[in-house]
């Protein structure tokens, strides 16, 4: 197999297909299962979410990965190994702009596949919360860190620098357009990304918490 590539911009079906893979289950240190999905699409078949957190695995990809790609493909990269997309680094330039965009084209349809009032469980009340107000995301800092990504590799690719090389990519292309810097929001419990992110030289926001972490660098940084 040759040796896995970065490539981009990239397609909605590429960056939610990580989602939907059985071996995408990144373990977090309280030994529960993250919420990243289980496959979904491939065969059309509509699966129970993550031991059952969520009633549709398209949910999180809904939230967190779809709207992205339809809005902004040009800063979506991937990793591609040769047999599949095994992760990418997605990213608005313009966070409150995409948000307003957001409100008006994906909103509807969002509403509509995921009504509150059928949540099943807390955990999916709380992604469909985040799914029906992107505004509510934004930092207080946008002036400064217009841009937001997200940013997920499969395990196989772990640990071998696309983390690194991805978001040094997204960097360029931000600096290129005159995207000043980029935030970010992440769980609390995902101790493994915030040690990637301090790393790499993200620091943490005047308005980050520590349940609710937000990091930001700027994208003349080099990472
Ligand atoms: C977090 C993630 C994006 C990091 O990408 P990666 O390719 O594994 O990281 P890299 O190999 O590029 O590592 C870059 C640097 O960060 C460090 N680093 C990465 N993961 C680390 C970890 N879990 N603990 C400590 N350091 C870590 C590396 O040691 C490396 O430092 P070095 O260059 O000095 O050796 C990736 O592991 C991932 O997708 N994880 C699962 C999904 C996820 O948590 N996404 C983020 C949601 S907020």
Same mark, same amino acid.
């Given at each position: 197999?040759?040796?896995?590539?970065?490539?981009?911009?990239?397609?909605v079906?590429?960056? +939610?297909?990580?989602?939907?893979?059985?071996?995408?289950?990144?373990?977090?240190?309280?030994?529960?299962?993250?919420?990243?999905?289980?496959?979904?699409?491939?065969?059309?078949?509509?699966?129970?979410?993550?031991a059952?957190?969520?009633?549709?695995?398209a949910?999180?990809?809904?939230?967190?990965?779809?709207?992205?790609v339809?809005?902004?493909?040009?800063l979506?990269?991937?990793?591609?190994?040769?047999?599949r997309?095994?992760g990418?680094?997605?990213?608005?330039?313009?966070s409150q !702009?995409?948000?307003d965009?957001?409100?008006?084209?994906?909103?509807?349809?969002?509403?509509?596949?995921?009504p509150?009032?059928?949540? +099943?469980?807390?955990?999916?009340?709380?992604?469909?919360?985040?799914?029906?107000?992107?505004?509510?995301?934004?930092?207080?800092?946008?002036?400064?860190?217009?841009a937001?990504?997200?940013?997920?590799?499969?395990?196989?690719?772990?640990g071998q620098?696309?983390?690194?090389?991805?978001?040094?990519?997204?960097l360029?292309?931000?600096?290129g357009?005159?995207?000043?810097?980029?935030?970010?929001r992440?769980s609390? !419990?995902? +101790?493994?990304a915030m !040690?990637?992110?301090?790393?790499?030289?993200?620091?943490?926001?005047?308005?980050?918490?520590?349940d609710?972490?937000?990091?930001?660098? !700027? +994208?003349?940084?080099?990472?």
């Amino acid at each position: 197999m040759r040796r896995p590539e970065l490539g981009g911009p990239a397609t909605v079906d590429e960056v +939610t297909l990580p989602y939907f893979h059985d071996d995408y289950d990144p373990p977090v240190p309280s030994g529960r299962p993250c919420g990243r999905l289980r496959h979904l699409r491939q065969d059309g078949r509509e699966r129970r979410g993550r031991a059952g957190l969520y009633s549709s695995d398209a949910l999180l990809p809904d939230v967190f990965a779809g709207p992205y790609v339809e809005y902004q493909p040009d800063l979506a990269f991937v990793v591609d190994t040769g047999r599949r997309v095994a992760g990418y680094v997605i990213s608005v330039a313009d966070s409150q !702009a995409f948000a307003d965009w957001y409100d008006a084209h994906w909103l509807p349809g969002f509403r509509e596949r995921y009504p509150l009032t059928e949540a +099943t469980s807390q955990k999916e009340r709380e992604a469909i919360g985040f799914g029906l107000d992107p505004h509510e995301a934004i930092v207080p800092e946008v002036d400064r860190f217009p841009a937001h990504l997200h940013i997920d590799l499969l395990p196989e690719l772990q640990g071998q620098g696309y983390g690194r090389r991805l978001i040094r990519e997204l960097l360029a292309a931000l600096h290129g357009r005159g995207v000043p810097g980029v935030f970010l929001r992440m769980s609390p !419990a995902n +101790t493994g990304a915030m !040690a990637f992110y301090r790393r790499l030289g993200f620091e943490e926001l005047p308005s980050s918490r520590s349940d609710a972490p937000a990091l930001a660098i !700027a +994208t003349n940084a080099d990472v």
